[in-house]
Nanobody, 125 residues
Framework: QVQFIESGGRLVQAGVSLRLSCAPS????????MAWFRQTPGKDREFVAA????????YYADSVKGRFTISGDSAKNTLYLQMNSLKPEDTGLYYC??????????????????WGQGTQVTVSS
């Protein structure tokens, strides 16, 4: 069952910026953290960034640190990903995910119970 709807993905050239959005699909549920993952064909789902609603803050994969910024609204379960200086290796299907368990923020997709269907980001060189 899809809990989130992602939007904002498209085909862009390297170096530009893009903003992804994620919103609940309608069902009401609680999350303690939310994250963005991405996946390319033949590869495992990869952690991109996460935010904890209970603090202390935000977490990023080394490959996007300094270029991407995650933000959101815990009351609305909405999530955003501002992506700057995009590179071809940022290409992938970007998923929004929600963690229903209280605890340390996880970088493993297995810890997230709620997911969207993804939005495609393609960066051409």
């Amino acid at each position: 069952q899809v809990q989130f709807i992602e939007s904002g993905g498209r085909l862009v050239q390297a170096g530009v910026s893009l903003r992804l959005s994620c919103a609940p699909s309608g069902r009401t549920f609680r999350t303690y953290a939310m994250a963005w993952f991405r996946q390319t064909p033949g590869k495992d789902r990869e952690f991109v960034a996460a935010i904890s609603w209970s603090g202390p803050g935000t977490y990023y994969a080394d490959s996007v640190k300094g270029r991407f910024t995650i933000s959101g609204d815990s009351a609305k379960n909405t999530l955003y990903l501002q992506m700057n200086s995009l590179k071809p290796e940022d290409t992938g299907l970007y998923y929004c995910a929600g963690d229903s368990n209280f605890g340390p923020v996880s970088k493993s997709p297995n810890e997230y119970a709620y997911w969207g269907q993804g939005t495609q980001v393609t960066v051409s060189s």
